[in-house]
């Protein structure tokens, strides 16, 4: 939240980031559709997949691009308008646990807020390029409660947040104030130019409420989306 020029992201593990194609034209998508996100062998959680298989064959994107952001394994997936993954990287994310965030926070200096309200809210989310208030281009994700995705800014010795980005456990990965900190290369290459001009969905999945309380439209476990979706046609 606070603006300082990122690293350049050198030493972070490789190929923990996956860049694929360029974006393709929007895609029409039917509200019915047997569509399914294509993570092209990327290793994702059940409940990632999840979201992202019904988000693509509802059509609850609206033929816009959008990100999965699994809190639990501290990753997030970029799909194009289509369902096609055009990359996937570690994040950090907000140091409390927790899916919600407190009423007016993003109005209250960085100082003030308590470590127990650092939290990465849950839900879905309409994000659009923007600048936060040093000029500083992000991708936000909830304005008001000042939540984007950025680069990871590595300011601050004894928070190793390149180190955290590079660890293997996701319980590492906790230390901002609620933002989304991805690697500087990640977001050049995949996040600026998937949201360059255009809003996006964002789904930021829950880590202590039921995944349909969050998404309410999300059909149940014994059915897949597509099963859903198709016997209501």
């Known amino acids: 939240m606070a603006l300082i020029l ?3 992201g050198s030493g972070l593990r490789k190929n923990n980031a996956f860049v694929a194609s360029p974006l393709a034209a929007p895609l029409q998508t039917s509200a019915y559709s047997s569509r399914l996100a294509d993570f092209r062998a990327q290793p994702a959680s059940e409940p990632a997949r999840r979201v992202a298989n019904w988000a693509v064959a509802s059509g609850d994107h609206r033929a816009m691009p959008f990100v999965i952001l699994d809190k639990l394994e501290a990753r997030v997936f970029v799909f194009d308008a289509l369902g096609r993954l055009l990359g996937a990287s570690p994040v950090l994310l907000g140091a409390a646990v927790g899916d919600d965030t407190v009423a007016g926070i993003g109005a209250r200096p960085i100082a ?5 309200e650092r939290t990465t809210p849950a839900g879905r989310y309409i994000a ?3 600048r936060n208030s040093m000029g500083e281009d992000v991708i ?3 304005y008001d409660a000042a939540v984007s995705m950025h680069r990871v800014r590595a300011l601050e010795p004894s928070e190793r947040r390149l180190e955290r980005l590079a660890s293997p456990s996701p319980a590492d990965n906790r230390i901002s104030y609620g933002c989304i900190n991805v690697p500087q290369r990640f977001y050049e290459a995949v996040l600026r130019k998937t949201f360059q001009g255009r809003r996006g969905v964002v789904y930021v999945l829950p880590e202590v409420k039921p995944l349909e309380a969050v998404f309410n439209k999300l059909p149940s476990q014994r059915f897949p989306a597509t099963s859903v979706l198709l016997s209501q046609k």
């Not at 003030?112 to 127990?116: K, L, S, V, Y």
């Open 6 to 8: 990122p690293p350049d």
């Open 112 to 116: 003030e807020i308590r470590p127990e």
């Open 128 to 130: 659009e390029p923007g």
């Open 140 to 142: 936000w994700v909830d």
